[in-house]
């Protein structure tokens, strides 16, 4: 999937806490002590490449989680994934559509999985509450954006039914109050 540069600079940029700034731990390391899965490594993995210079190669990394991680599998695999996704192609939504679209598919994925997500959340951490969802939050700010305070509405009204962290009461009034301005 990479070209030798790119594998390089993987090699030279990631560095995780802890690690010798002159070790290749993707490389010259067993990884058969970790906890995570493949995809979880990789969507990790892909956020120390999301900036402007190296955008290309979180996207890789990224669409090869997503790949490790299908619709129907390990579905906090696909979570957290598709949060990752999302943010990704979200900072590109400037500069491309393409991105923007690429950004609102991962939301809308991650929220159609949000109620199975929600059960594994409480089941692997029963004793927390869910956590905030991601998909949820990042759809309602496009949504607001774009002016569609009605559908925005119904996905916060959504999110709190099932449980997701954050103060939808406020984002909902907030919403209304804006819809109430543009009518």
């Known amino acids: 999937t990479f070209t030798q540069e790119e594998r390089d600079h993987i090699e030279e940029v990631f560095h995780p806490m802890g690690a010798n700034p002159s070790s290749k731990p993707l490389t010259h390391r067993d990884l058969s002590h970790t906890s995570q899965t493949a995809a979880r490594l990789l969507q990790a993995l892909a956020g120390w490449f999301n900036n402007p210079r190296d955008r290309e190669i979180a996207k890789k990394i990224i669409n090869k989680a997503e790949e490790l991680a299908p619709t129907g599998g390990n579905v906090l695999d696909r979570h957290f994934t598709l949060s990752e996704k999302m943010v990704i192609y979200y900072r590109e939504r400037e500069t ?31 004793w927390q509450a869910l956590p905030a969802h991601a998909g949820y939050e990042q759809l309602r700010i496009i949504l607001d954006k774009q002016g569609d305070f009605d559908e925005a509405i119904k996905l916060c009204e959504q999110a709190k039914s099932q449980g997701w962290t954050d103060d939808w009461d406020k984002q909902i009034e907030t919403l209304k109050k804006r819809r109430a301005r543009v009518k």
């Open 96 to 126: 491309s559509p393409e991105a923007m679209e690429k950004a609102i598919q991962a939301c809308r994925e991650q929220i159609a999985t949000a109620p199975e997500a929600a059960k594994a959340f409480l089941k692997e951490y029963p």
